[in-house]
């Protein structure tokens, strides 16, 4: 049996509800057996960090929120079953009437190369930090001292923070992490 030609398409979901959209998209391509026409789901995601409390958390972010991304071959009842899933409200860029537009080659690999780099690269800090800020030490021997950004450094995740010592202005080297904004 010879393989079946797939394209990228986008589908609409509701927003927040991409998870949700994904899970119902291969639960009834199992259920329907339609595994030779639908290769792949995914919802491109990236691995932000925050710190809440002292403490580094992480977590899954949407890069394009509302959307999913579907690889499958858009023949016989295959489109009308991707259009009638629950949190799914038809395809991106389809005109009335007519089949739903395929993602362009360089569109595919531009955004499954930004899935992978996000994937492989580093955590990003969601938390931007501004000159004049009032920050408190969160880790280090400078714990709970309060202080003003002096400087900032995105590409070695570091501030220049300017706290008071015994009364005396002293300049500290501090990674993201260990400060939270007050």
């Not at 394009?64 to 579907?70: N, T």
Request: charged fraction near 30%; aromatic fraction near 8%.
């Amino acid at each position: 049996m010879s393989e079946i030609a797939k394209q990228w398409y986008v589908l609409r979901s509701a927003g927040g509800r991409e998870k949700k959209a994904k899970e119902y998209i291969e639960n009834e391509i199992k259920r329907l057996r339609l595994q030779d026409y639908v290769a792949q789901v995914l919802i491109p995601t990236e691995k932000i960090y925050q710190v809440r409390n002292g403490k580094k958390i992480s977590k899954d972010r949407i890069y394009y929120p509302g959307y999913v991304l579907i690889e499958a071959a858009l023949v016989g009842e295959v489109e009308h079953v991707l259009r009638n899933i629950p949190n799914v409200s038809g395809f991106l860029g389809e005109v009335k009437g007519s089949k739903p537009m395929p993602l362009r080659p360089a569109e595919v690999n531009r955004i499954l190369g930004r899935v992978d780099a996000l994937a492989e690269g580093e955590e990003e800090n969601i938390t931007p930090f501004v000159i004049g800020e009032q920050v408190r030490v969160t880790d280090g021997p400078f714990n709970g001292f309060d202080g003003t950004i002096e400087e900032v450094n995105e590409d070695r995740k570091k501030l220049k923070v300017t706290v008071k010592i015994f009364g005396r202005r002293t300049l500290l080297e501090l990674g993201f992490v260990q400060v939270e904004k007050e």
